[in-house]
């Protein structure tokens, strides 16, 4: 069992920045590390779409196109955490984003595990 909470969606203007969060719950016996991590977001009237993700060890990251040199994802093993820093934010950003989780990076880009319920963020142009 794994469960994902994001934190932090509002409203941010055009060339603004914003950070959102996620909280990883485990079951007994599993640990974060196990996962590699990532975002997806779904803007209005289309499908969810990666965003970003992280590996296990935190030592490589993948991007996007749309957000490249824009956003930038972390992780804190201690705090069993995952973070998105979006800055440069243009009206195409505005999206739910939703944080994830798989045991394997490849599966990261086409169907992860693992899904939380999403935050919205909103950016004024």
């Known amino acids: 069992q794994v469960q994902l909470v994001e934190l932090g969606g509002g409203l941010a203007q055009a060339g603004g920045s914003l950070r959102i969060s996620c909280t990883v719950s485990?079951?007994?016996?599993?640990?974060?590390?196990?996962?590699?991590m990532g975002w997806f977001r779904q803007n209005p009237g289309k499908a969810r779409r990666f965003v970003a993700s992280i590996s296990r060890s935190g030592g490589w990251t993948d991007y996007a196109y749309s957000v490249k040199g824009r956003f930038t994802i972390s992780r804190d093993d201690a705090k069993g955490t995952v973070s998105l820093q979006m800055n440069n934010l243009v009206p195409d950003d505005t999206a739910v984003y939703f944080c994830v989780a798989d045991p394997a990076i490849g599966n990261m880009r086409d169907n992860p595990r693992y899904w939380g319920q999403g935050t919205q963020v909103t950016v004024a142009s």
């Open positions: 485990l079951t007994s016996g599993d640990v974060f590390s196990n996962y590699a």
